[in-house]
């Protein structure tokens, strides 16, 4: 497994996305009215519960599929979602300006300057990943008022590993649900 040290991230306009240079901004939801996240080529669009505070990111990369992690999270949701020709991806809010803080204080952004340094994860190669996204604070956010800049209110858990499994059309449902078991992607 790898990882990238637990990043504070700027939740603007409640979105945060992990994209490669082919990603197109495009994604679809329909199938799913309140998504945790939207996957499309080369993108992963995650879906804050508030706008304008910090949240805290951790980000797993697997070689298959990891155990399902005990700590208490209030939602966790499955997709898929294939990494295009350039492994490396960045990991950066919505919006330009100083918005991404890494909690390694070695990696620390010139928050004084504006300056922005994504963090980079490096795929193995591209291909089709699974992506189990898991959150709490999530309903606490929504009732965050506009742009308090709170920090630590949501946490947020994704992890990748890849499968031969090929994304379909539509998101795939909430754990909880009824779901026939081949539709759970397992690596």
């Not at 300056?115 to 999530?138: A, I, M, W």
Request: glycine share 8%; aromatic share 10%; hydrophobic share 35%.
């Amino acid at each position: 497994m790898s990882s990238i040290p637990e990043l504070e991230v700027l939740c603007d306009r409640r979105m945060v996305v992990l994209h490669g240079e082919q990603a197109t901004g495009e994604f679809d939801t329909s199938g799913n009215p309140d998504p945790l996240f939207a996957t499309a080529d080369d993108a992963i669009y995650v879906f804050s519960g508030g706008s304008h505070h910090y949240a805290r990111f951790a980000i797993q990369l697997w070689d298959s599929a990891p155990p399902q992690s005990n700590e208490p999270w209030e939602r966790v949701e499955y997709g898929l979602v294939t990494m295009l020709e350039t492994p490396e991806h960045e990991l950066w809010p919505d919006e330009p300006g100083p918005t991404v803080s890494i909690v390694d204080a070695q990696l620390q952004q010139d928050l004084t300057t504006g300056e922005r340094k994504p963090f980079f994860l490096q795929f193995p190669s591209h291909g089709h990943y699974v992506v189990r996204g898991h959150v709490r604070g999530f309903d606490e956010a929504t009732r965050l008022p506009e742009a308090t800049y709170a920090h630590g209110v949501e946490q947020w858990l994704l992890q990748l590993w890849p499968t031969d499994q090929q994304p379909t059309p539509m998101p795939l449902p909430r754990t909880g649900a009824s779901l026939p078991h081949s539709r759970l992607p397992h690596g």
